[in-house]
């Protein structure tokens, strides 16, 4: 005999509950029945254990000894028919009693197996055993669910289903169709039915029918049909016809539904495209959108007017080139939708994803040689289930706001400069006197950075725990105008000038200062004054 590892065609890995009184022999057979790959054995030492592992996980089939202590293995198996149904189990037993056979057999048993002999080919037996007991289940299983899914196919068809002769006959009729047309099954078979259509229809209807041909069998049709209350509905229609061997036509087959529903939805979703295209004209920035596959399928008045190109030369395109002035034009909706090259990606500064949308800046040239800024904004267009079908995009002329942020820029630097370039001690700080920035001097006498300064308050940058008793910004924070006092600053052993002006904001509030310290010189009135603790020290007043 050849007692080879068997072959199991199916990859799927088969998961095994292997239950045995005697620990060594469940390792055994462990080592033996996962050899092969094929399977995954879970062992326990009682039948009690073995349900409680059955109800915790997913198990493809049982193996059980037979005689064991408390539930024995034909228990089990009722236990386990009764739970689980029909889960393949096997008894793979020393004992080979006729009566316990016929017991387990009884009692559902998929294989009983007597042990003895040498291990492999024995655990061969029992591997093989165990891939046809689960193979079997499975199919089961696959041809329930097959034939429970043609059953409701079958019996909770909603379409409606018939099938007529040349002259109209109906030789089949579901109930959906005779419910549909308020005509019971019984007096719809046998009998000539043909529904009301509207005469602006018939013709289309009758070329339909015409148009089935042997070559040709089936055809879809969308038509009007006057129902028996008077009201007009509309129909989808698939047809196909039977012909015999000499091309005769035997009968036809109907399967339809009534789309009034999606008829009135397409009508509603046409008149609120219409809207938004009217909502969209009238927007005052330049608007296009494009479908997946790149095609334009939007472009507003502004956008022809930005790009010299007419709606009616764009649109439907895919293979269009609309040009600024000479320019490309901006294609974050391609970004958008991934189809844009890296040329097209690299041409746009400033590019983010915020809320949805992905915006990023352009520059291009008109036609009169000026440049221009553009902002664009792309979001994605979704469909009813979410799917991505396109993509818009609004630009924004931003050149002026572009410029007026260069010129603050400039001017910012220019006064940053001015500021650094003072032998002077200027800082500015906030009302609770945390310094946002000193100039070079300041950061040179107290000799820290930038980073060490910002955002600490004033006074601690000396070493100082508290505020002083007698400061120049405190005295501008209450009066509101500019203060000047003099001191003298132990920690710097210098006696200073300390002026701090106030920055009111639009509400009237005070919302900086800004201190300047100078040296007194000597012989000034102030200097050789004694130190005064309740004084801080350079910028802090």
């Known amino acids: 005999m050849d007692f080879s590892e068997p072959h199991y065609s199916n990859k799927q890995k088969i998961s095994i509950l292997y239950i045995d009184d005697e620990p060594a022999l469940v390792e055994i057979g462990k080592l033996f029945l996962e050899r092969g790959g094929n399977i995954a054995v879970t062992t326990a030492t009682s039948a009690e254990e073995g349900l409680s592992l059955l109800a915790g996980g997913a198990i493809d089939g049982v193996v059980s000894d037979l005689q064991m202590p408390g539930m024995d293995g034909i228990e089990l198996l009722r236990e386990v028919r009764r739970r689980y149904g029909p889960l393949p189990f096997i008894i793979f037993t020393g004992k080979g009693r006729e009566e316990a056979v016929i017991e387990a057999l009884n009692a559902g048993v998929d294989y009983y197996l007597q042990k003895g002999g040498a291990p492999k080919p024995q655990f061969a037996e029992l591997e093989n055993s165990i891939i046809q007991a689960v193979e079997k289940r499975r199919i089961a299983r696959a041809l329930e669910e097959s034939e429970e899914r043609y059953r409701t196919v079958v019996e909770d068809q909603t379409e409606m289903i018939c099938w007529f002769d040349p002259e109209g006959v109906i030789l089949f009729a579901n109930e959906a169709f005779c419910r ?15 529904p009301k259509i509207p005469v602006h229809e018939q013709g289309r209807l009758r070329r339909h ?49 009534d789309i009034t529903d999606y008829k009135n939805a397409e009508a509603a979703i046409l008149a609120s495209e219409q809207r938004l295209k009217g909502v969209i004209e009238s927007l005052p920035d330049p608007t296009f959108a494009i479908d997946r ?26 293979d269009c080139d609309p040009r600024i002035r000479g320019q490309v034009r901006p294609v974050l909706a391609e970004i958008v939708l991934g189809r844009a090259s890296g040329e097209t990606r690299s041409r746009h500064t400033a590019a983010r994803w915020e809320d949805g949308s992905l915006t990023g800046e352009i520059t291009v040239i008109t036609g009169d040689g000026e440049e221009r800024v553009l902002q664009g904004r792309a979001t994605p267009l979704r469909g ?16 002026e706001i572009r410029a007026g942020e260069r010129t603050l820029h400039e001017a910012n630097a220019l006064l940053e400069w001015t500021i650094d370039a003072l032998p002077e001690i200027v800082g500015i700080m906030r009302p609770d006197r945390r310094v946002i920035r000193y100039n070079r001097a300041g950061y040179e006498a107290l000799g820290m950075t930038p980073e060490e300064v910002a955002g600490k308050p004033c006074y601690s940058l000396i070493g100082r725990a508290r505020p002083c008793e007698a400061c120049a910004t405190e005295m501008a924070l209450k009066s509101r105008k500019p203060e000047t ?22 509400d009237g509030e005070v919302c900086l200062v800004v201190e300047q310290l100078a040296p007194v010189p000597a012989g000034e009135p102030g200097e050789g004054e004694a130190p005064d603790d309740a004084l801080t020290g350079a910028g802090t007043s």
């Open 209 to 257: 029918f015409a148009s089935l041909t042997p070559d040709h069998p089936a055809a879809h049709i969308d038509h009007q049909v006057v129902m028996p209350s008077g009201e007009v509905r509309w129909h989808g229609w698939t047809d196909r016809a039977s012909f015999d061997p000499a091309g005769n036509l035997i009968r036809i087959q109907s399967v339809g539904r």
């Open 485 to 506: 006092i003099e001191k003298y600053v132990p920690e710097l052993d210098q006696h200073l000038r300390c002026t701090s002006v106030p920055i009111i904001d639009r």
């Open 384 to 399: 009813p289930d979410g799917e991505t079908v396109g993509a818009i995009e609004s630009l924004r002329d931003i050149t």
């Open 180 to 194: 549909h047309f308020g005509v019971p099954g019984k007096e719809m078979v046998g009998r000539r039915f043909t």
């Open 293 to 318: 596959e790149g095609r334009v399928t939007l472009w507003n008045r502004q956008m022809e007017r930005l790009t010299g190109v007419a709606a009616a030369g764009v649109i439907g395109r895919s």
